[in-house]
Every structure is written in structure tokens, then in C-alpha cells.
């Protein structure tokens, strides 16, 4: 009886203490710019400048966000997707099949029109990939060579200098997103990136973590990643309404997501090379 009355007063303690720190974050952030790097990342050249430079609206800054299907940019990537644009970066967005799987493409390509219009990713930086070869299921085998020439193409054509898509555990195991993995490392391993491209995966956390929403902020803190992003409450709506644009998908479970999602608030990304993270900016 005691045992259980303690462990239910220190779980609304912890509770209280993380929203607390979370609030403070949230009226800290409102006051100053918080960059979404951790030590380690601090040498990179284009967050140096970043953080030089005072004009927030440098549209030099690029990033391209890599995924899968529509909806993978909410679900997963929406506070990088938000405050990278906040920093003053244009997001583009390469999709690469429509979705089709239950042959829903055209809709859900529209539906990802009004998603990225609300995140805020200009019509003209979002490219959508019909291809045979790439179809949503997950007991297709994307080919490494297809999805790294499309996506070397695409980061070559835009001068994009950030890359950015999931790591080898694709956040929900889905075989797409692990294939656009492979075939980032494959880029970043060959060093056919261009010089100044960097390339970032998105942390595939347990289950555990995964539905712990705010209380898995501090374990992603502490855990050091090279990018950390935290989205305040008003930047949270924004990912929900970007989900909510997703209609054909807002089943049962997807208001149980974004109720406890930690990818709805929180993103943690890993620099693919070891190289990237310590050459001395000139
Ligand atoms: C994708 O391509 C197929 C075959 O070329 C076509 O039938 C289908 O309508 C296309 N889907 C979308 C969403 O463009
Ligand atoms: C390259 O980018 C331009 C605009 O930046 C676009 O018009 C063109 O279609 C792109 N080409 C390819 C091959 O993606
Ligand atoms: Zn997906």
C-alpha cells in the first residue's frame, strides 16, 4: 500500500518538475533564439554562421527533409521541420512515393499540399516521387542505388547543406523508411555529398520513450544528441493542425499519436559521419 501511494507521489512529482522545466524552456525560448545543437555540433560551419549572423531571414540556409510517405513529415519531423524554418532555413521536402498503399495516392498528395503549406514549406520546395519502383508497402525493397541518385539529384539541384531523414531503426521499423536510411549512409559513406552537405538521421527511440510525450524531453536532453529540437505549445498546434491535414489517415489511433507522441514535440538527430562533426570550419 505505502509502496504504491510513493510510487504514485513520485510520478506526479516528476511530472510536475518536467512541466515546470518545460515552461521555463518555453519563456526562455519566447525571449532568445535556442539553437538546436548540442556541444558536439557547435563546430558545424553553417550553425557557426547561424549563430553569427544576426538576420534571421537568411534564405541561404537549406535543408531537405527526406521521407517516405505523406505524413511522415508530421508524424515525425515537425519540430525540426518548424524551427529549422524558424532559424531562418527554406525546407524543402522530397516524398518519395504518394502513399498508395491502399490506393490513396492523389488524395494523400493533396492532403500533403495543405500539411506543408501549414509547416510552412513553399509549394515549390516540395517534390512528390511516383515511381514504380517505389511504392508504398512495407515488403518493398527500395533500391539503394534509385533512392541515393534521387536524392543526390535533388540535393545537388537545390545546394541543399542539410539532409535530413530516419535512422536505421526508421522510428516505426518500416522497411521505406529504413531504405531511405541505407541509402543515405551509402551517400555520406562514398562521400558523394557535396562538400558542405551534411547529413542527420532522426533517433529511433523504445516504445517506451516513444509514448511518453513531454516526460521523455529530459532523457532526450541527457542523452546528448548533435540536434536537439523542443517545440513550445504554440508550435506544438501547429504540428497537430499540419496532422490533421492527413484526413484520409485521422483514424482512432492517430488522436492517441498526437496525444503522446514524443515526435510530435520533440526531435533528436544524429550526425551521420563522424568527420562532419569535427572539421574545423575555415
Ligand atoms: C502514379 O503513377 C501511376 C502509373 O504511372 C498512375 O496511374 C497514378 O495515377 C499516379 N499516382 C499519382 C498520385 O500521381
Ligand atoms: C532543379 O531545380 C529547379 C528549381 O530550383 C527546377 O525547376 C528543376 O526542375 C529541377 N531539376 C531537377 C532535375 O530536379
Ligand atoms: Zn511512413
Partial sequence: MYALLSAIVFCLVYYGLILLLYYQYESHKQKSRVFPFTSKFVQ???FRKLSCSENCNDRSLRALF????????????????????????????????????????????KE????????????????????SGLQDDPLAEWETELVSSLILTHVKNNSIQLVLTFDA????????HIALFKSLSFLSATRQLPEGCSAVVLETVNIFRKYL???????????????LFILTRKEYEEAKTAMHCHRSQMLWFRYMYILFSRYMLTNTYRCLSEEQKIRKPE
Fill in 112 to 131: 500533403l499540399q495543405k500539411s506543408c503549406s501549414v509547416l510552412g514549406i513553399p509549394s515549390d520546395c516540395l517534390t512528390v516521387i511516383n515511381h
Fill in 213 to 227: 510525450s513531454v516526460l521523455d524531453t529530459p532523457v532526450s536532453w541527457l542523452m546528448t544528441p548533435d540536434l
Fill in 44 to 46: 558545424h560551419e553553417f
Fill in 66 to 109: 527526406v521521407t517516405a510517405h505523406p505524413d511522415d513529415e508530421c508524424m515525425f519531423f515537425a519540430p525540426a521541420i518548424i524551427q529549422l524554418r524558424k532559424l531562418g532555413f527554406k525546407v524543402y521536402l522530397l516524398c518519395l512515393s504518394t502513399g498508395n498503399y491502399y490506393s490513396e495516392g492523389e488524395t494523400r498528395k
Fill in 169 to 176: 531503426g526508421g522510428v516505426s521499423r518500416h522497411a521505406n
